[in-house]
């Protein structure tokens, strides 16, 4: 079942109540990734602060998301610069490898 509206809808009552929750922003983008709604998806992602969408250890779930949405839309380029920016950042730090891995599949 798609509930993709009443996700929204619900992620949009957690920033009423505090506006400042990137995750809230992403799962947006996501749900309206999950409609074909890719323009809207990547102008919710766009209302995260920079700091908080950068590929760093305590930024994963964020980052991964603006990957993942570039490469559903077709945006391979944007999707394997943030793919990269992940494998560089393994080379010295734990990375969730589900992360990487949902820019590919």
Known sequence: MQHYDESIAQFRKV?????????????IAV???????????????GQIPDQDKAVAPETQLIANTLGWIYAVSGRRAGALKIANEFKNLSSHTYIDSYQLGTIYA
């Open 15 to 27: 920033l009423d109540l505090k506006s400042n929750v990137p995750e809230a922003h992403a799962f």
């Open 31 to 45: 749900a309206y990734a999950m409609k074909g709604m890719h323009r809207q998806a990547l102008a919710e992602y």
